[in-house]
């Protein structure tokens, strides 16, 4: 196997067995348990394909199948929540306002006019591109035989927050009636970014921040692959981390805790590989 579907089978197999070591529901519990088996099926199925395709979409296959699971986990761990954690949510509403409130003190807060907040918008909106926008970048410069070490490092950083959200639940800041407000002024793209959430997210939030794990571990990879494009991934990374704690889709702990799950997720993978 492949690092990454190890990695796969290892995660998937994990909430096959937490399904039924924690409280839920017999639905919830028998859809975790379907989808866990099928992802980790898929995976050993893997390993036959060659003796169906040719070596090159085998190849090709294999290199993209992790984008899919990837999605699947996020919704599989998001079956698992069941009520916030109210200790753990007022922490890191208090430690908004500590962060937040230094932003306001110095003026930052009114200083975010509609077209700083638009960029920040759109940098957030894409988070959910970047990923296969990544492995693309791969491809592009002929580097695809590095897919296995790109994944490696986004789906243990992304999976790593995954896995505490069954143990660490909490509603996204945008939702509660407390706490601090979005910094930036309304736009399109964030009416764009709030239909999404609703129609596309699972509406709980992950800590730390799968959002800002991922995104810095894909800018990451490529930065010590492909310097020129890993520092425009940088950019963007950076830029979602930002966007994600201003217009409230996650708190400032969140974000913190996830560029650092990312950074560590990475340099063991380099030291690994």
Known sequence: ??????????????LIALAWL????P????????????AVALVSGMQFLDRLLKPLPTS???????????????????????????KLQSRLIRFDRKVLGRLKKYG???????????????AYLLCYPLVPFGIGTLYIARMGRHADEFWAVVLSSAYLCYAVLPFAQTLPPRMLTTGEGSMLPPTRARKLN?????YG??????????????????????LHLLPQAGIAFLWISVSIAIGA??????????????????????????IWF
């Open 1 to 14: 196997m492949r690092t990454a579907e190890l990695i796969n089978f290892g995660f998937f197999s994990f």
């Open 22 to 25: 924690r409280p839920l529901i």
């Open 27 to 38: 639905f919830r519990r028998a859809k975790v348990t379907a989808l866990g088996l099928a």
């Open 60 to 86: 090709v296959i294999r290199d993209w199948l992790p984008a899919l699971l990837f999605l699947v986990a996020y919704w599989t761990a998001g079956l698992f929540f069941i009520t916030p954690n109210e």
């Open 108 to 122: 930052a807060g009114a200083s975010f006019s509609r077209p700083i907040a638009a960029y920040f918008e759109i």
């Open 194 to 198: 709030l239909w999404i959430l609703h």
């Open 201 to 222: 997210s699972i509406q709980v939030n992950t800590f730390p921040s799968a959002h800002v794990a991922t995104a810095l571990s894909v800018s990451l990879v490529l």
């Open 245 to 270: 704690v201003l217009g409230r889709y996650h708190y400032a702990a969140d974000a913190l805790i996830g560029a650092a799950a990312a950074i560590a997720v990475f340099l063991m993978e380099v």
